[in-house]
């Protein structure tokens, strides 16, 4: 086989090849699943790389606010006059850093890659339900990915009122350059983007429930597709609001309507809205918003689990429990979006209600964490890259979500809302937590997407680097939010008490450059991979689970044959009387009889009687 | 695992060790050769430059692949003896989490004491404190949760790494268990949740005492700036419409409203200690975040709606500028929610004194009202004034729009940075 084995499978010698694949339909207008789970992935690494260089640009000027970067003109031209980024463009700089990475990478980058990769391949299907919808999916979401990108090309700059975009300082073009053109390209891109999540979630929920193979029952699927089916349900319910929210918007900002406009005063001027309210869209955002962050951080931790699990060779402790915390969840996740306004000014008894809300769904997610490190407990942990990042998003996971408690409550909320706290706080729980669970599947399933091996020494290294660095960047940062450091701050210089901080901003600003560094290690590696890896066997990991049984050379139909018949659930690693320490799906229980236990039969009488009459005959052969 | 196969490896491995060293030596020359020429003068305009950086990124990816190829001929030689995988990577991870853990909690430590003795004091407000005790107890609560989960986490990281000799426990699930880790967790978030509402209606439900009637203030933010209004001798703040602004009347105050006219013009906010104040909050753009840190006040300044927050404060600037040992000490209002170009400088003084202090202060504060406002309005301009001194009043008058003056100058300063 030759190296690039990605080009050559393509002979349509399995059954299903009535139609010709040229190389546009092959790579660029592709309707099998697992080239458009490549296509998310690859559009979201892009993404994630220019997001990560925006936060590095915002990070140089925090760190250092009174030298001058030359060469920080020569790209940024006038948003860098003198070598100095401006605060308008810092405040863009934070904004689109923020929107890319929530949207774009987080949502995008993360569901719908391995959602698209996973469906299929985990339940047993030939594609999605629908391929067409799924590759309009993926082409809105480009398209979103442009536009918000183009806006860097705007005369008045990119949006700027943060990824909130909170009217009226979005809704008013005077209030600040960025609401121009800049935030209409940003409300366009949102909407288009919201078209491609709502295709790529309705077509998640229809495979899911309706194309799985024979055998595979809800409480048989991977925990992965629990995750990513949770999330597509709660994509589905919320994102809708969110458009409903920025239709209303640009008619504010277009058409003179006033929903979210009253009572404006700019300088001697008065602007002619009358009757909306600005806290009309922080409901309507943030009912997207909340649950949006368990869009980003679900995925992660079912990718989370599956990697645990195969990794410490051990099946994950509790199924049920993490299935029905996840289902919690999802539920609470639509009730607790309050939280972000308890100091709006809404009606203090919203603020006690939602006190409570808030922090009832940190038990499930209490209850994951512990599930992790009991799945941990007398493993014989394999600490493959994949596993690696996994035991990385469990500890990010624990630290910020444990902040949460403290913002989730009203009356601390108080002094620590838009601080620096909350800053550390979102970055560890949902941006590092939900990167590392991103890494984590890249490492895993890179064999099944490219069908060869990254290189696990360069992975290492990465790891160890962005794992540190993320902690050094992101823990000092609490301490900022307890000394009352607003967030969103383009300079630390005109407050007194500010000063003591700007050494602990040059060191985070360090530590941020040297964990981009180790990115560089990551993209080398995996474009490298995808040409030169190591060839990647079958079931690399000795997984249990239905992608490791198709070939490793990519079929568009994905099994030669039949779709292989699913009899147990996907966690028998280990499992005592067996002899190897993994049981794929795919094996009967006819064939373990010396592992299998009265638990497997969910009440199959006619089974049990069976498995008794075998162990009556050979339970003294084996002993 | 053929020889052949080795071979190759070997003389590519070579190859790249040739190649990576003719390169950094190329490399070396090339920075050799640069700084030959800043001989004369010193490196620092090298360090400024972006090559020299690249250059050395490029150095240390050049070091990386080194040892990498390193790390493989060594592996590669170990195979051919027949020996077991050279390195044992599986290994050298879980060392690495045990190291990560000790010197992770010894991180934590340092921060807990070094950072954490960098935050705010203590609360300057009655609420303030009671937002401590809550704050402290979900402190020792999180730090026990976040420490011993760590400790768990990669402790058994290090203990089940993998091993030939063991099989990992088919343990798939324990009911028991696993009730305890939901009701535990969730009566301990019940008595936070309990302790926190309390303290959330505390501070937001505040019985009205006859005897003790809060000053009211009104803060009216706006880009950059926060206007403050006291209330003259009537105690009570006028009422605003913005349709009013113009350009002498900038909050659009309704000076119809008798309660307007005796208000005052403040350019920092002076409250007395112990005396509870209420802030009226507005705002005439866009969202701003009245935010006082050391009180431990914040409420969001919304156009078209107004809000309330309510506290004591409890200690005087001096008595916190003996407190903090900082004799620069200064209480803070600041904006803490996005509002444009200059919303890291938005900031206005507050100085918390003693009663006879605040009365003083307050005495000699200017309205609002003007003779221009007074024609603007129709009201009658005072004649009063007239016959206890003719000179009185335009002097007083001009003072006011002269602040005034002052004040648009600041703002044009504050815009221009």
């Known amino acids: 086989m030759s190296t690039i084995s990605l080009h050559d499978t393509h002979h349509d010698d399995h059954g299903h090849g009535h139609h010709h694949e040229t190389f546009l339909t092959k790579y660029v207008f592709s309707q099998d699943h697992k080239m458009i789970a490549k296509q998310f992935l690859i559009t979201g690494i892009i993404m994630a790389v220019i997001a990560m260089l925006l936060s590095i640009l915002f990070r140089i000027q925090l760190a250092w606010p009174d030298k001058t970067f030359p060469l920080l003109e020569t790209f940024l031209g006038k948003w860098a006059e003198g070598g100095r980024i401006k605060p308008d463009f810092f405040l863009a700089l934070v904004t689109i850093h923020g929107t890319i990475m929530v949207f774009f990478v987080l949502t995008a980058g993360l569901s719908g890659t391995f959602s698209n990769l996973l469906i299929p391949l985990q339940l047993g299907a030939r594609d999605m339900a629908s391929p067409f919808m799924n590759m309009l999916s993926y082409w809105f979401f480009l398209v979103a990915c442009v536009i918000m990108m183009s806006s860097f090309f705007v005369q008045t700059g990119p949006a700027s009122g943060g990824w909130t975009v909170y009217p009226p300082l979005s809704a008013v073009p005077k209030a600040m350059p960025g609401s121009g053109l800049g935030m209409t390209l940003w409300l366009v891109s949102m909407v288009i983007f919201v078209a491609s999540s709502l295709m790529g979630s309705l077509n998640y929920v229809a495979t899911i429930l309706n194309m799985r193979t024979k055998g595979m029952d809800l409480w048989k699927m991977p925990l992965t597709i629990w995750a990513i089916f949770l999330t597509a349900v709660l994509g589905i319910l919320s994102f809708p609001v969110l458009v409903s929210g920025v239709v209303l918007l640009i008619f504010d900002r277009s058409f003179g309507t006033s929903f979210y406009l009253s009572d404006l005063v700019f300088g001697t001027e008065i602007l002619p809205n009358e009757g909306g309210s600005p806290i009309l869209w922080q409901h309507l955002f943030w009912f997207l918003g909340h649950p949006e962050v368990y869009i980003v951080i679900m995925p992660a931790l079912g990718i989370s689990s599956e990697i645990i699990s195969v990794n410490s060779r051990k099946p994950i402790f509790g199924y049920h429990a993490m299935v029905y915390s996840l289902i919690g969840i999802t539920v609470l996740s639509f009730i607790v979006w309050g939280h972000h306004m308890f100091v709006t000014g809404m009606n203090p008894l919203l603020g006690g209600v939602f006190m409570i809300t808030t922090l009832i769904i940190a038990v499930p997610s209490a209850v994951k964490t512990f599930n992790y490190l009991a799945t941990l407990w007398r493993g014989n942990i394999r600490f493959t890259p994949a596993m690696l990042f996994a035991v990385g998003l469990v500890s990010f996971f624990i630290s910020g979500g444990l902040t949460g408690i403290f913002l989730g409550n009203a009356s601390l909320d108080i002094n620590l809302h838009d601080t620096y706290f909350v800053v550390a706080h979102f970055h560890l729980v949902m941006g590092s937590a939900a990167i590392f669970g991103m890494l984590a599947g890249v490492y895993h399933w890179f064999p099944k997407m490219f069908g060869r091996m990254m290189n696990p020494k360069l992975a290492y290294l990465h790891f160890w680097v962005t794992f540190i660095c993320a902690y050094l960047v992101f823990f000092p940062l609490h301490f900022l939010g307890l000394d009352g450091v607003p967030r969103r701050y383009y300079a630390f210089t005109e407050f007194e008490f500010m000063n003591k901080w700007l050494t602990v901003n040059t060191f985070v600003t360090w530590s941020a450059i040297v964990a981009a560094l180790a990115q560089v290690a990551f993209l080398f590696n995996f474009f490298y991979s995808i040409f030169r890896g190591k060839k990647a066997t079958q079931n690399p990991w000795e997984a249990n689970t239905l992608e490791w049984t198709t070939p490793v050379e990519r079929l568009h139909g994905n099994w030669p044959g039949e779709i292989p018949t699913v009899y147990r659930w996907p966690y028998d690693y280990s499992k005592p009387g067996a002899a190897e320490d993994f049981i794929p799906q795919t094996t009967p229980f006819s064939e373990t009889m010396s592992s299998n236990l009265p638990h497997d039969f969910e009440g199959n009488e006619e089974a049990e009687r069976i498995q008794k009459e075998w162990e009556a005959t050979n339970k003294p052969v084996q002993q | ?417």
Not at chain 2, 42 to 60: E, N, Q, R, S, W
Not at chain 2, 282 to 291: G, L, M, P, T
Not at chain 2, 359 to 373: C, M, S, V
């Open chain 2, 1 to 417: 695992m053929s020889l052949r196969r080795l071979i190759v490896n070997k003389t590519m491995a070579a190859l790249a060790v040739l190649f990576t060293v003719f390169y950094s030596a190329n490399a070396f020359a090339q920075e050799t050769a640069a700084a030959a020429t800043a001989k004369p003068v010193d490196m620092g305009p090298i360090h400024k430059t972006a090559t020299f950086y690249v250059l050395l990124f490029l150095l240390l990816c050049l070091f990386i692949a080194i040892i990498g190829k390193a790390l493989k001929v060594y592996e590669l030689t170990r195979e051919t003896q027949g020996k077991s995988e050279g390195i044992n990577w599986n290994t050298i991870n879980a060392v690495l989490f045990a190291l990560f853990l000790v010197v992770g909690l010894y991180g934590v430590y340092w921060e807990y004491t070094v950072h954490g003795s960098m935050i705010l004091p203590e609360a300057a407000s009655e609420h303030g404190v009671r937002i401590d005790e809550m704050f402290n107890l979900t402190l020792i609560i999180t730090t026990i949760v976040f420490i011993l989960t760590h400790i768990v986490l990669f402790v058994f990281a290090y203990i089940y790494r993998s091993s030939n000799k063991r099989k990992a426990y088919y343990y798939p699930h324990n009911n028991t268990i696993e009730k305890i880790w939901t009701i535990v967790p969730a009566l301990v978030l019940t008595l936070l949740v309990l302790k926190g509402f309390l303290t959330w209606r505390s501070i937001f439900y505040k019985a009205e005492d006859a005897n003790n009637r809060p000053i009211n203030i009104e803060v009216v933010s706006s880009q950059f700036l926060w206007d403050i209004r006291y209330p003259g001798p009537d105690a009570i703040v006028g009422k605003r419409n913005y349709k009013l602004t113009t350009a002498i009347n900038g909050l659009g105050i309704d000076f119809n409203d008798k309660n307007s006219l005796d208000d005052l013009i403040a350019d920092e906010i002076v409250l007395p200690v112990n005396k509870p104040v209420r802030f009226t909050l507005a705002s005439k753009d866009v969202i701003h975040s009245f935010y006082m840190p050391h009180f431990r006040v914040q409420l969001n300044t919304v156009p078209g709606m107004v809000s309330y927050f309510e506290f004591t404060p409890t200690i005087t600037t001096e008595e916190m500028r003996t407190k903090t040992n900082d004799p620069k000490f200064n209480y803070i209002l600041l904006c803490a929610k996005i509002c444009g170009t200059n919303h890291f400088n938005m900031q206005k003084n507050v100085r918390v004194v003693s009663e006879a202090e605040y009365k003083e202060w307050l005495a000699a504060q200017t309205p609002y009202l003007t003779n221009d406002l007074r024609k603007a309005f129709n009201l009658p301009i005072p004649v009063e004034a007239a016959p206890a001194g003719t000179e009185e009043t335009p002097a007083a008058d001009s003072t006011a729009t002269a602040a005034a003056v002052k004040l648009d100058v600041k703002n044009q300063i504050a815009l221009k940075k």
